[in-house]
C-alpha cells in the first residue's frame, strides 16, 4: 500500500471538501424545488431548473 505525502493528503482533501459543498448546494436546490412542487409554484420551479441549467 503507498503512503501519501502531506501534499497528496491535501489534494484529496480539497477534492472531498469541492465534493461536499456541490452536495450541500445540490441538496439545497432540491429543498427549493420541493417547496415550490408543493407550494404549487410552477414559475419558481421551472426558475431554479433554468439557473441550475444555465450556470
Same mark, same amino acid.
Given at each position: 500500500?503507498?503512503? !501519501?505525502? +502531506? #501534499? $497528496?493528503?491535501?489534494? %484529496?482533501? $480539497? ?5 461536499? %459543498? %456541490? ?5 439545497? !436546490?432540491? $429543498? +427549493? !424545488? $420541493? ?5 404549487? #409554484? %410552477?414559475?419558481?420551479? +421551472? ?9
Amino acid at each position: 500500500m503507498k503512503h !501519501l505525502t +502531506n #501534499d $497528496e493528503l491535501l489534494k %484529496q482533501a $480539497e477534492k472531498l471538501t469541492e465534493c461536499a %459543498q %456541490q452536495i450541500k448546494v445540490l441538496h439545497r !436546490l432540491a $429543498e +427549493n !424545488l $420541493e417547496y415550490s412542487r408543493v407550494s404549487g #409554484d %410552477q414559475f419558481a420551479v +421551472n426558475h431554479q431548473i433554468q439557473k441550475r441549467i444555465a450556470g
